[in-house]
């Protein structure tokens, strides 16, 4: 029931189309995966995802475990009947998020202990017990366990992590049973080419349907990123689709999908609408900006989404000024549009043979900074670094 083939590819790079296949519709590849981390995108509606042109979204694992529960949402019928997106759904393990909390997490080879961020209980996730979340929760896609390497973080560290990566993994894939639903593998392996070879040969064959590239943009510089996904593409089966996590800005997913790269997801878009900042062309913009106080038109000329064809960018530095709640939505509305539109012209690009031109001429124009992201990754793997104590 799922399945992958790439299509067209790009002669000057790794770029390519594919199309996935799962239970719940066909997505064509490369795609960007909203994030709706605890059953929703935050600030919109299924049905604005629809609209927008949103093909398959994330959900986190560790979140819904932990509220309202993985049994209640399987007693209810699932996650796509739980949330209302009937549409191709991808669930992580919430392993990043489990390994972010060093003060109330300890690990060992079997799994991670950790308290409840919102209660303080505590939990134990094993592989096995992961593989009966996600299964539970009946996403098209699940991910295993894994245990990323902090940055920075020694090569013995290094190779701990991605070798217990590597054993969790197997685990995942014994236990895993549900045939609706395909398993991804993720590759680690730090900041150490040699280790992310290793890690995704090591995977590959394992044979899982999927191949995800995890524990980047946390971080480090962007040459270190490219080199360590350039790393596990080549060690990685072309017919298998091949997804970078955590990355989403628009710079990043033209340089991904240059180097291969088949999804994407991240928080990037939604997270920045609701503080302000906008997509377009030439770079992000403050809609608080008195600058936009009076501009009558849209945020973007020859924007389609419905914020720009509605409204006035007057109209919505007036709503961030007054802290109205229609803000959020609206501003995540064009962020989320622009981000699918991007991909679309990808695609597009590609299948007519003018990919790496479509992408120089897009980067030359944007003015891409991303302070924010990075200020806040760097700070968990911070906390992630502080010493445990014991539970």
């Not at 710079?251 to 878009?269: I, Q």
Request: glycine share 10%.
């Amino acid at each position: 029931m799922f399945g992958f083939r790439s299509d067209t590819h790009c002669p000057d790079t790794l770029a390519r189309t594919g199309l996935l296949t799962t239970p719940h519709g066909e997505v064509e590849t490369p795609v960007f995966m909203p994030v709706g981390t605890q059953g929703t995108v935050k600030a919109v509606a299924p049905w604005d995802l629809r609209t927008l042109g949103a093909k398959i979204i994330l959900g986190n694992a560790y979140h819904l475990y932990l509220r309202p529960g993985h049994e209640r949402i399987a007693e209810l019928g699932g996650l796509q009947r739980f949330t209302g997106w009937h549409g191709p759904m991808l669930t992580d393990s919430g392993g990043f998020q489990v390994f972010s909390l060093a003060h109330i997490r300890s690990v060992d080879d079997d799994g991670v202990r950790f308290r409840s961020h919102i209660d303080g209980s505590e939990h134990y996730l094993t592989p096995e017990r992961v593989m009966e979340i996600e299964q539970a929760l009946g996403a098209d896609v699940a991910m295993v366990l894994d245990e990323p390497a902090g940055f920075p973080s020694s090569p013995e560290e290094t190779l701990s992590a991605t070798e217990r990566t590597h054993r969790w993994a197997a685990r995942c894939l014994a236990s895993h049973t549900r045939r609706d639903q395909a398993l991804f593998a993720i590759v680690q392996g730090g900041l150490d080419g040699d280790q992310r070879r290793y890690s995704a040969t090591t995977l590959a064959a394992m044979d899982f349907p999927g191949y995800a590239i995890g524990g980047l943009s946390i971080g480090e510089p962007k040459t270190e990123t490219w080199g360590m996904v350039e790393a596990a593409v080549a060690a990685l089966p072309p017919e298998k689709p091949r997804y970078l996590m955590g990355v989403g800005s628009p710079l990043d997913l033209l340089d991904g999908v240059a180097r291969g790269v088949d999804m994407f997801d991240c928080s990037f878009p939604t997270r920045i609408a609701r503080n302000g900042a906008l997509l377009t062309a030439e770079g992000r913009v403050n809609i608080t900006n008195a600058r936009f106080r009076d501009q009558a038109g849209p945020i973007q000329a020859g924007c389609d989404c419905l914020t720009c064809a509605e409204f006035s960018a007057a109209y919505i530095h007036h709503l961030f000024m007054s802290n109205e709640l229609l803000s959020f939505q609206l501003a995540t509305i064009h962020n989320l549009r622009f981000i699918f539109r991007l991909m679309e012209d990808v695609r597009s690009a590609l299948r007519d043979g003018r990919f790496d031109a479509f992408r120089r001429t897009f980067s030359a124009g944007h003015i891409e900074t991303d302070p924010e992201v990075r200020t806040l990754q760097k700070a968990k793997w911070k906390a992630a670094r502080a010493k445990t104590p014991a539970l």
